[in-house]
């Protein structure tokens, strides 16, 4: 067989490195990959990124199916043109990707189907959305409404940073057009947790729960990024969690988009807010797989991942049964100087240890050329270990993130350590 991933990523690197384990795979293309993926030789990089020519490519080089890593192609509805072509191809298409292209739409959605989520206005007008924040107080939280590479969220603890967010977005217009709209919406308390699931139209299957650390610096602090680093399982998400997650947000998202004429496909991550009443809301939908959280899910995911997307695809998700391995994975991500801002390109990096059965190494900003590994964008590398105890597996993960370097190189030291606040995880294994 031979499949198509679009994207870039330490994501889209994790789900070809799965993807490769099946020997019915022969080889898997990745538009446009990265330093990682082009020096594997089941793997090649195609430089294409406009949607019709990626849809050409796939005709002539039979592609069994593809998978989208990324939004943007989402949103631009490159799912709607694949199928036009006859193509397989694994996501939602544009009108169900605006669930996260729109959070004006998620929330509207999500209020329309009773599917808790923090209280919440939308405003185009700069005066009204002022006027909103001095009635309803700091911490307030201002979103643009489109896509804006996830920088398009400020979680303002004062009244000056939320009036600011909105003159920046609104008046400042810095998003242009993804931030012409801002919803401003009420200050979410607790422990935020990745639900991601397959959905193929009618059946959902949930994946291994994971948290990322948005934060740039240790305890949380300082800016929000992408994901500095991940880990799988969530010890938040209990079972009793995770079976009300299925029945209150998930369910109800599939069929809420099916009563409103949208037939849901593709990965479907519902963002969580947890607080310590026991409360689940939804912070935000993503229309696919989180990065790093596909890192560390990819890594304990057992079995032939391309058979589940054939389901996931012909609509028979409800016939597959997944099977994960029972230790923990985590997650560091190495992310490149100056990074969230503007990353420095260029920077050399040190040779990487090859695989064990406990460490993986995933790219995500590098780029190969000339015999040489080097820093392409903001997030570098993502060092995954694995062990019995996320202790065990954050040792894994560290013995290999301190062999590699690179100038500017910034990292967190202190992955996993909410997760180690859980007792069960920390001392007794899952
Ligand atoms: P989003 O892209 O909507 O998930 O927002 C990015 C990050 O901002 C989330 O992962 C949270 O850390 C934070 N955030 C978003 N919405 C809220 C909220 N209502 N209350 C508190 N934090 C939030
Ligand atoms: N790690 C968060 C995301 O992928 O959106």
Redesign the pocket.
């Known amino acids: 067989m031979k499949i198509l991933i679009i994207g870039s990523g330490g994501r889209e690197h994790a789900l070809a490195w799965k993807l490769l384990q099946s020997s019915r795979i022969e080889l898997v293309y990745i538009a446009p990959g990265n330093g990682g993926t082009a020096t594997n030789q089941r793997l090649r990089n195609v430089l294409i990124s406009d949607p019709k020519m990626l849809a050409e490519f796939a005709l002539q080089e039979n592609i069994d199916f593809t998978i989208v890593g990324p939004e943007g192609p989402l949103e631009a509805g490159i799912v709607n043109l694949f199928r036009a072509h006859g193509l397989k191809i694994f996501g939602p298409s544009k009108e169900a990707a605006q669930l996260e292209s729109s ?1 004006d739409f998620a929330k509207r959605f999500m209020k329309r189907h009773q599917i808790p989520t ?1 209280d919440y206005e939308t405003f185009s007008e700069v005066k009204k959305a002022h006027k909103y924040i001095d009635t309803k107080g700091a ?1 307030i ?1 201002v ?1 643009a409404d489109g896509l804006a590479a ?1 920088k ?2 400020v ?1 303002a603890m004062s009244l000056e940073e939320a009036h600011a967010a909105v003159d920046m977005m609104l008046a400042d217009n810095k998003f242009g057009d993804a931030g012409a709209r801002v919803v401003i ?5 607790g422990e ?1 947790a990745s639900f991601i699931v397959m959905v193929d139209g009618d059946h959902v299957l949930p994946l291994a729960s994971s948290q990322d650390h ?1 934060r740039l610096f240790d305890k949380d602090r300082g800016p ?1 990024t992408g994901g500095m680093g991940a880990y799988s399982p969530a010890p938040i998400i209990t079972p009793e969690i995770h079976a009300r997650v299925m029945r209150e947000i998930i369910m109800p998202t599939v069929h809420g988009m099916h009563a409103d004429g949208i037939r849901y496909t593709g990965f479907l991550y519902a ?1 969580l ?1 947890i607080n310590s009443q026991g409360n689940i809301k939804t ?2 939908f993503n229309c696919r797989m989180g990065d790093p959280e596909t890192q560390v899910i990819m890594a304990r995911l057992k079995g032939d991942f391309s058979k589940v997307v054939e389901h996931a695809i012909s609509g028979t998700l409800n016939q597959v049964e997944l099977d994960w391995d029972d230790r923990y994975a985590l997650g560091v991500v190495l992310a490149a100087h100056g990074y969230p801002d503007i990353p420095r390109r260029g920077d050399l990096i040190t040779k990487i240890p090859p695989e064990t059965i406990n460490c993986i190494t995933f790219h995500s900003g590098t780029e190969y050329a000339d015999g040489k590994l080097s820093v392409a964008s903001g997030r570098v590398l993502c060092i995954v270990g694995l062990g019995k105890t996320i202790k065990g597996a954050q040792s894994a993960a560290y013995a290999t993130v301190n062999q590699i370097n690179f100038d500017g190189i910034q990292y967190r030291r202190d992955i996993g350590y909410r997760a180690m606040a859980h007792k069960s995880s920390s001392e007794q294994g899952k």
Not at 185 to 189: A, D, I, K, N, V
């Open positions: 959070k923090a911490p939280v979103k996830g398009g969220v979680v919406e009420e200050f979410l308390q935020e948005k929000n963002g807010m912070l935000e």
